[in-house]
């Protein structure tokens, strides 16, 4: 039977992305990025945080009006393959996935 509590799904998301290789515990310091699984307002979330170096040179060329900049284009890169790898393998594992209404990551279901 599915988890119907978030809570639960989301322990039952990061079993699963565990069971696939990738390490869910959020690092200690949130400035080195990776996979996150979250509870927000009811919902599952997944997604990818990239490490800050890549994170705070593409907002400072998105502030600088720069948007075709070599850090946005490798920020957006970046997020958008593990965007991509997330949800292959979450819906490989049965779960739905639809793009989280911040543009951050997944909003997952069973």
């Known amino acids: 039977m599915a988890p119907t ?4 799904l989301a ?4 079993f699963d992305l565990e069971t696939a290789g990738l ?3 959020w690092p200690a310091d949130e400035a080195q990025g990776g996979l996150f699984v979250g509870v927000d307002q009811g919902n ?4 990818w945080l990239p490490h800050a170096r890549v994170d705070t040179a593409a ?8 948007l075709e900049a ?7 890169e970046v ?25 951050l990551g997944h909003v997952v279901s069973r």
């Open 5 to 8: 509590d978030p809570d639960d």
């Open 11 to 14: 322990d039952r998301v990061r």
């Open 23 to 25: 390490c869910t515990p």
């Open 44 to 47: 599952v979330v997944v997604g």
């Open 59 to 66: 907002l400072a060329m998105v502030n600088a009006d720069r």
């Open 70 to 76: 070599e850090a946005v284009t490798r920020f957006e």
């Open 79 to 103: 997020r958008d393959a593990m965007d991509t790898a997330l949800a292959a393998i979450l819906n490989g594992f049965g779960y739905r996935t639809r793009p989280n209404v911040d543009g």
